[in-house]
T-cell receptor
Framework: DGGITQSPKYLFRKEGQNVTLSCEQN?????MYWYRQDPGQGLRLIYY???????QKGDIAEGYSVSREKKESFPLTVTSAQKNPTAFYLC???????????FGSGTRLTVV | EDQVTQSPEALRLQEGESSSLNCSYT??????LFWYRQDPGKGPEFLFT???AGEEKEKERLKATLTKKESFLHITAPKPEDSATYLC????????????FGTGTLLAVQP
């Protein structure tokens, strides 16, 4: 079955470290997205990519970086510049405009 | 500014007690409105897409409706397994496929 796989499910990071969250999809979707979810807040867009080798900043891109070298993969790096990285991170993909998202199961990042 | 507001924040129902969740929005050129269900610790699961005022979609005990300013998710005779957070999102007009999400309604159905 096609879907989106996020790994790891849980991730612990020491302050000052960079960490990379993996997102892989086999749905043949062109567009991919990274959202952050915090208690009491809606999902907030970090970065998105509509095509391979191209990506744009979302509403809260500071302290994050991404790459889109393959259609199937859209990894997110949380850098030490991100002041409050503890959150639930969701990756999604879509066929394109007018289509909804398919979400992964999420990665919970905790800074210790 | 594009905005989505969901109400109530939380709702507790008895099994079989029907109710509705509200999603009001302001958006420049609505391209679509989406409903998702999210269980604790998991990613959102797609439920419905609505594209124009007057449109309705149904799935089991859920029915979604759309007007020019808001959408309702009606839950008929809910069961405990319907307990989850329900998210509403809008897609504004434009060249990208960005979705703007509300904060969700946490539904608890008690047996």
């Amino acid at each position: 079955d096609g879907g989106i796989t996020q790994s790891p499910k849980y991730l612990f990071r020491k302050e000052g470290q960079n960490v990379t969250l993996s997102c892989e999809q086999n749905l043949n979707h062109d567009a991919m997205y990274w959202y952050r979810q915090d208690p009491g807040q809606g999902l907030r867009l970090i970065y998105y990519s509509q095509i391979v080798n191209d990506f744009q900043k979302g509403d809260i891109a500071e302290g994050y970086s991404v790459s889109r070298e393959k259609k199937e993969s859209f990894p997110l790096t949380v850098t030490s510049a991100q002041k409050n990285p503890t959150a639930f991170y969701l990756c999604a993909s879509s066929k394109g405009v007018n289509y909804g998202y398919t979400f992964g199961s999420g990665t919970r990042l905790t800074v210790v | 500014e594009d905005q989505v507001t969901q109400s109530p924040e939380a709702l507790r129902l008895q099994e079989g007690e029907s109710s509705s969740l509200n999603c009001s929005y302001t958006v420049s050129g609505l391209r679509g409105l989406f409903w998702y269900r999210q269980d604790p610790g998991k990613g959102p699961e797609f439920l419905f897409t609505l594209y124009s005022a007057g449109e309705e979609k149904e799935k089991e005990r859920l029915k979604a409706t759309l007007t020019k300013k808001e959408s309702f998710l009606h839950i008929t005779a809910p069961k405990p397994e319907d307990s989850a957070t329900y998210l509403c999102a809008v897609q504004p007009g434009g060249a990208t496929n960005k979705l703007i999400f509300g904060t969700g309604t946490l539904l608890a159905v008690q047996p």
